[in-house]
């Protein structure tokens, strides 16, 4: 069973950067993809960035300002946000996926999921 727990989020002006961090136990984390999505009120959960072995994947509307990387001597995966607009207040959650099975479609990581931290971006 893994764990995935999610920090770095807060309230931030829009314009400025946050670095949201997953951080994984009870897995091998080298057998897992890692992953982001986000949920607005209202609104379903959509997927923002995935990475594997090293290859990343983005959503259309954070490509270009958003980062994803990880580090396995830590077990963590990262969401560095830059240029952040209101509309990207939502939920942040963390997910993990077998790569097996990631390889299949990047944009699907529902093996485990953690809690979520928040993300509130002002005009």
């Known amino acids: 069973q893994v764990q995935l727990v999610e ?3 807060g309230l931030v002006q829009a314009g400025a950067s946050l670095r949201l ?9 080298s057998t ?12 379903e959960r959509e997927f923002v960035a995935s990475i594997g072995d090293g290859t990343t994947f983005y959503a259309d509307s954070v490509k270009g300002r958003f980062t994803i990387s990880r ?3 830590k077990n963590t995966a990262y969401l560095q946000m830059n240029v952040l607009k209101p509309e990207d207040t939502a939920v942040y959650y963390c997910a993990a996926q077998r790569y097996i099975r990631w390889v299949l479609n990047p944009r699907v990581l529902n093996d485990y999921w953690g809690q979520g931290t928040q993300v509130t971006v002002s005009s």
């Open 71 to 73: 580090d396995s001597a």
């Open 7 to 9: 920090s770095g989020g």
């Open 32 to 43: 897992y993809a890692m992953g982001w999505f986000r949920q607005s009120p209202g609104k």
């Open 21 to 29: 961090s997953c951080a994984a136990s009870g897995g091998t984390f």
